[in-house]
């Protein structure tokens, strides 16, 4: 191995590759595994070296500002093959193997098994960690608050119907902030263990239901469309019932219960609008300035039309850009409505506090939830 220009240390591969026999080539592949295990270990030393450090200054163990610096300066590095879909797919597993070398770190999140909060969970976290799937967002949030576990993952932003209000309006009760955030195309998918044309019964949560029913009614129609009351009950009565049974769920779902998928993206067959969902990491803190962050408030205040005006005109006058606005009744008091607002900034930056205590000053409620880096959703591949 000897480093290029760059710094980067790269084996040296006989050239050219074409002319190498099979054999040769697999012998080099085996002498670059060996290097990688190597390397992995020694890495593998000083992060364990890193979470003594933390643990002795009560730092967090996950840190998602490093996290992903560390990934945008490997994707900059990279001049092979491999696609910074498959680069960030591998450094989620070896931080989540370096994350499970500290203790063992229990993630939260809305179950059952199967949904797609439990697709986004393991697309941040990786396969190492352990999942406690929980029936809803409350419970999540306690298990952090009762250190039963040391993050939640819960939804945050639909595409198609907004911001989570009954999550927001949790978390503004709550001592805990959000850290991170995972955006997550939804690919609702027809499973079964048997082939299409043998489907006759087709299960499925309400809410997928509603999401495939135009699919399912232009492809598989006369077929029985049952409700049950989760994916995992869904997936069960495929099992159970054999060969003639499919049912709609994410892909996770079609893995965890070993079935074979027969069609995907059925809540939109043409796929002209990606359905993208935000999905946040709640922790005990919100994640440290990066430079390039936001910051969710809930604001409230009593109904009126000036409230609304009052709050975009004094952060347009502070210079606080806003990523995203939205307004819902107060759960609880229908004379109050809340505002969210992610605005782009963290927690720490002068002029959110400023906008913090002006806003205070006027008597209405404001509650910020956290700072997390910002992230590019995910391409539709």
Request: charged share 25%; hydrophobic share 40%.
């Amino acid at each position: 191995m000897k480093a290029d220009v760059t710094g980067i240390c790269k084996p040296a591969l006989p050239a050219p590759l074409s002319g190498m026999h099979l054999d040769e080539i697999r012998q080099q592949i085996d002498i670059i595994d060996t290097d990688i295990i190597r390397l992995l270990s020694e890495r593998a030393e000083l992060v364990h070296e890193v979470g003594n450090f933390k643990k002795r200054n009560g730092l967090e163990i996950y840190a998602p500002e490093r996290e992903e610096a560390l990934l945008q300066r490997l994707l900059a590095k990279n001049a092979g093959r491999l696609p910074e879909k498959s680069i960030r797919a591998i450094y989620r597993e070896i931080m989540s193997a370096a994350l499970a070398l500290e203790e063992d770190l229990k993630i939260a999140y809305l179950g059952p098994e199967g949904t797609w909060t439990h697709q986004a969970a393991l697309e941040k976290f990786g396969a190492s960690l352990t999942y406690l799937p929980q029936a809803n967002v409350r419970t999540v949030l306690e298990k952090i608050v009762q250190r039963e576990a040391y993050y939640g993952v819960v939804p945050y932003e639909n595409s198609v119907e907004g911001a989570v209000t009954h999550t927001l309006d949790l978390l503004a009760d709550s001592s805990l902030k959000i850290c991170a955030q995972i955006p997550l195309t939804i690919d609702v998918c027809l499973m079964s263990l048997g082939e299409l044309a043998a489907i006759r019964r087709v299960y499925g949560h309400p809410g997928v239901i509603a999401q495939s029913r135009d699919w399912l009614s232009s492809h598989l129609s006369g077929v029985e469309i049952l409700e049950v009351s989760s994916t995992s009950r869904a997936a069960s009565l495929v099992h159970e019932e054999g060969d003639g049974t499919a049912m709609v769920g994410s892909p996770l779902t079609a893995s965890l219960n070993d079935l074979h998928i027969l069609a995907r993206h059925l809540q939109d067959p043409e796929r002209t609008r990606p359905q993208i969902t935000r999905y946040v990491v709640v922790g005990r803190l919100a994640c440290p300035p990066t430079g390039n962050d936001r910051t969710p408030v809930l604001i409230t205040d009593s109904v009126n039309t000036q409230s609304l005006l009052e709050t975009l005109r004094l952060l347009s006058e502070l210079e606080i850009e806003v990523a995203q606005i939205e307004s819902h009744p107060q759960a609880g008091d229908s004379r109050r409505l809340a505002f969210f607002v992610e605005l782009k900034g963290h927690a720490e930056d002068l002029a959110i506090q400023d906008a913090v205590r002006r806003l205070l000053s006027q008597g209405k409620q404001v509650a910020i939830l956290g700072s997390y880096p910002a992230l590019v959703p995910p391409a539709v591949g």
